[in-house]
């Protein structure tokens, strides 16, 4: 019993937090509100005025307002998307690359997005073979996919009050057969609380910490060692996607998907 008043303590200290957020939301200024409306107008302006000058095949046009959007007031998910698509139309593929990664990182579910990478990827001169991957860990990562990092947080929460009700269930029903499925529907319902969460913060860690990048260069000469003077290893050509490993001045430590790792200068990179 002292365990579950514990959990429901916890609970309701939660729950004052999220009310005391509300309230200095509330207490904003009237001020705040209208800078924050005369922004949204703005951004909303030059969205459409890109939209009309994609619609109308001035795609380099088109790119120049999305990334003043980006710029100044922020980023999304669909934002992404479009710059993507005006790059791809501007046959400018690493970009379009960078701009579709971007957008999945911000919406793992998005099948449009998804699939135009993919019909970059197919364009780009290096097609590199990932390594062999145990099926329990592609369906693990595929799983992560489904949702972005506030919709797994949500369902964790849902989830966790869910198992707060099974232990009312469980310690306050009567009935032999309802306290049984309140504990083991508990014990279902954390456990998937618990994975919903995992999920939620390596795709909130992903987005704040990104360590992939895109190769915005031609073609570039991998070494064995962060120096010109270092053994040439590979070449790799503009589009490529990489894992940065580490930093070391203006070098870059990387990892491609098929295994092989080499330096190269970190200029010839985008992160994403």
């Known amino acids: 019993?002292?365990?579950?008043?514990?959990?429901?303590?916890?609970?309701?200290?939660?729950?004052?937090?999220?009310?005391?957020?509300?309230?200095?939301?509330?207490?904003?200024?009237?001020?705040?509100?209208?800078?924050q409306a005369a922004q949204g107008a703005s951004a909303q302006s030059l969205?459409?005025?890109?939209?009309?000058?994609?619609?109308?095949?001035?795609?380099?046009?088109?790119?120049?307002?999305?990334?003043?959007?980006v710029a100044q007031y922020g980023?999304?998910?669909e934002l992404y998307y479009n710059l993507g698509n005006a790059y791809y139309k501007s046959e400018r593929l690493a970009p379009a690359i960078l701009n579709y990664e971007r957008a999945l990182r911000l919406k793992p579910g998005d099948r449009d997005a998804r699939?135009?990478?993919?019909?970059?990827?197919?364009?780009?001169?290096?097609?590199?073979d990932p390594m062999g991957m145990f099926f329990i860990n592609r369906w693990f990562n595929a799983i992560g996919n489904y949702f972005n990092s506030d919709s797994w947080a949500g369902l964790s929460i849902g989830l966790f009050f869910l198992f707060i009700g099974?232990?009312?269930?469980?310690?306050?029903?009567?009935?032999?057969?309802?306290?049984?499925?309140?504990?083991?529907?508990?014990?279902?319902?954390?456990?998937?609380?618990?994975?919903?969460?995992?999920y939620s913060a390596k795709q909130a860690y992903q987005i704040n910490h990104p360590d992939e990048a895109i190769l915005?260069?031609?073609?570039?000469?991998?070494?064995s060692s962060p120096d010109q003077s270092g053994t040439d290893?590979?070449?790799?050509?503009?589009?490529?996607?990489?894992?940065?490993?580490?930093?070391?001045?203006?070098?870059?430590?990387i990892e491609l998907e098929d295994g092989n790792i080499g330096w190269l200068e970190s200029r010839h990179l985008e992160i994403i």
């Not at 365990?3 to 999220?18: A, C, P, W």
């Not at 309140?182 to 919903?196: A, C, K, P």
């Open 1 to 35: 019993m002292y365990r579950f008043l514990s959990i429901l303590l916890l609970t309701i200290n939660s729950l004052n937090g999220l009310a005391q957020t509300s309230q200095d939301s509330a207490a904003a200024t009237p001020e705040t509100s209208k800078t």
């Open 115 to 128: 699939f135009n990478l993919e019909m970059c990827q197919a364009r780009i001169v290096d097609k590199i």
């Open 75 to 77: 980023i999304s998910a």
């Open 166 to 198: 099974c232990l009312f269930a469980y310690f306050f029903a009567r009935i032999g057969w309802l306290k049984k499925v309140g504990f083991f529907t508990g014990i279902i319902t954390l456990m998937f609380s618990i994975l919903s969460m995992f």
């Open 47 to 69: 969205l459409n005025q890109a939209d009309v000058l994609y619609s109308k095949g001035h795609y380099a046009d088109a790119v120049a307002l999305y990334e003043e959007v």
């Open 233 to 253: 290893l590979f070449v790799l050509h503009e589009g490529t996607k990489m894992k940065v490993l580490s930093t070391l001045s203006n070098w870059s430590e």
């Open 216 to 223: 915005f260069t031609l073609s570039v000469t991998v070494k």
